[in-house]
């Protein structure tokens, strides 16, 4: 036998079964850690959202003290043709919530107090609902 004949015999690697071990194993992890981390997706909208209310709450508040109340949709945040609009109070169109759907706005007058309802629906779009479909309110 050549010498290089004996160098290949001596090279050793893994068997079939060793390789199906080490699967099932990584198998076995993912299945315990996939489900914790994609939990985390759903709290980290839920706090986008959040925060993206809390600045478009401060949008309002800045035109209600121009304007004297709150406008009648989220778009006169950035167009108005009030004469006391001194805008735009948001720097760009309204974002949609962290899920692709539009944020709930209503301007609620009564007894002469000025207020604003502002919410994300979540996943769904729908009112109600829980987990990741569950209602974010300000």
Do not use: C, H
């Not at 699967?23 to 850690?33: E, K, Q, R």
């Not at 167009?79 to 706005?105: A, H, L, R, V």
């Amino acid at each position: 036998m050549s010498i290089q004949m004996k160098k290949l015999k001596k090279i050793k690697g893994f068997t079939l079964v060793e390789l199906l071990i080490v699967m099932v194993i990584l198998g076995l992890l993912a299945s315990v850690v996939a489900p914790r981390m994609f939990s985390k997706v759903g709290t980290a909208r839920e706090g986008t959202a959040k925060a993206q209310m809390q600045v478009i709450s401060t949008a309002l508040d800045s035109y209600r003290l121009d304007i004297g109340y709150y406008p009648k949709t989220l778009d006169e945040l950035v167009t108005s043709n009030k004469e006391m609009w001194d805008g735009p109070y948001f720097p760009k169109q309204i974002p949609n919530d962290p899920w692709g759907n539009p944020y709930s706005y209503k301007a609620i007058s009564e007894n002469g107090s000025e207020q604003f309802e502002l919410k994300s629906f979540g996943r769904d779009g729908k009112p109600g609902g829980e987990g990741e479909d569950a209602d974010v309110e300000l």
